[in-house]
């Protein structure tokens, strides 16, 4: 039967429901030999990088291929190199050891042949064992997770990194991880609490507290969208959740919603690291449950729209996704488990192909539009 155009339209136009979408495999990669634990990911151009819970190095992955990745090299220094959490940023690798190396700052201009730049320690008034770093606008923050302490590197220029300060943080009795957002820094506070800052002249003065938002014991990390309107916290714990929270008064934020493994429907010891994807997606590494992709378009109503499990086994404490990092692209999320490695994943359905930039409601209007026309049309040939 002959279907109008103004009605084939209409309906492509109509998002399919996010539970009818999901994420697929394109590829795994377990890069270094032996019973490796690995830690957190990161991506830039057409590498991943893929630190090392056990002491291996950094796993340096060509993806360019996304369907083939392979491993290009291995940063690992004589010292050793213990390094759970690795951040880059144009070309320019910051590797936190976490077994008293220090920060390693290492030039990936070709990555090929990492080269080391120079390591900052306690000589330089940095940490010599790192839990994790953020970097932001030439800055590089450090975090222990031993002490309340976040110290502030300039490294603008990453051959002539320096210190620049100490920020001590309100939080009790240790600052697990760091996240810079704009001007500002929020710092997960291990026995409650997620403490915000204000950073925008950190090379000059003093950061000034903001507020302290009461998102409960073992925050462990957390994620901001780009106008520091909504803060995701997640909580590190048997059982234990990610918050939601409008945070545009700091000093007075608002819970808006939680997730749990039951709100969701999922089995997992605990969330570990959230991510967001152009403010909307949020994407939560999960433990054993892998990742959650979560629709926070309304962060009063988050919606779950996929996910995607790298670990088939049992719950029972530290296995599976630690990291996500979906910010090449949705058809190349990358994932790490602790004992499987890389996890390349296509989340792209997770998009409406023909309408990205519209809302429900949008598209409503636009179909109502688009209805009107063909009837005034068939209107307009029946009168005639």
Do not use: C
């Amino acid at each position: 039967m002959w279907i109008p155009l103004w009605i084939a339209l209409a309906v492509a136009l109509v998002p399919v429901p996010a539970r009818a979408q999901n994420i697929t495999l394109v590829s795994q990669l377990d890069p270094l030999p032996g019973n490796n634990r690995y830690g957190d990911v990161w991506g830039e151009g057409n590498y991943a990088y893929v630190g090392s819970f056990s002491g291996s190095g950094v796993a340096i992955i060509d993806i360019s291929d996304p369907n083939a990745p392979f491993l290009e090299t291995t940063y690992l220094p004589p010292s050793g190199g213990q390094f759970k959490d690795v951040k880059v940023h144009d070309g320019i690798g910051y590797f936190a050891s976490d077994n008293g190396g220090g920060l390693h700052i290492v030039d990936l201009s070709d990555p090929t042949t990492p080269t080391l730049i120079t390591q900052v320690t306690s000589a330089d008034s940095g940490y010599n064992s790192i839990h994790n770093v953020f970097y932001a606008d030439g800055f590089l923050y450090e975090a222990d997770s031993q002490t309340k302490v976040v110290k502030v590197f300039d490294v603008s220029d990453p051959n002539n990194a320096f210190f620049v300060r100490d920020i001590t943080t309100a939080a009790n009795p240790f600052v697990h991880d760091v996240t810079v957002v704009g001007s500002r820094l929020y710092a997960s506070g291990w026995n409650g609490g997620t403490f915000v800052y204000d950073v925008s002249d950190v090379g000059v003065n003093a950061p000034l507290l903001l507020g302290s938002v009461a998102s409960g014991g073992n925050s462990h990390s957390s994620w901001v969208t780009s106008d520091g309107q909504t803060l995701i916290v997640a909580r590190e714990a048997g059982g234990a959740d990610v918050q939601i929270f409008d945070i545009s008064v700091p000093d007075s934020a608002v819970l808006l919603s939680t997730l749990t493994a039951a709100s969701l429907g999922i089995s997992g010891f605990s969330p570990h690291n959230p991510v967001l994807f152009e403010d909307d997606l949020l994407f939560i590494s999960w433990y054993q449950a892998g990742v959650q992709v979560i629709d926070i378009s309304d962060p009063s109503n988050p919606v779950w729209v996929g996910d995607y499990d790298t670990f088939p086994g049992a719950v029972n404490g530290f296995d599976g996704n630690w990291g996500v990092y979906p910010l090449l692209g949705l058809d190349r999320v990358l994932l790490s488990d602790l004992d499987g490695g890389l996890f390349i994943v296509d989340a792209s359905p997770l998009r409406p192909l023909l309408v990205p930039a519209l809302g429900p409601g949008s598209v409503s209007l636009l179909v109502l539009v688009l209805l009107a026309v063909g009837l005034l049309g068939i209107s307009a040939s029946k009168s005639t």
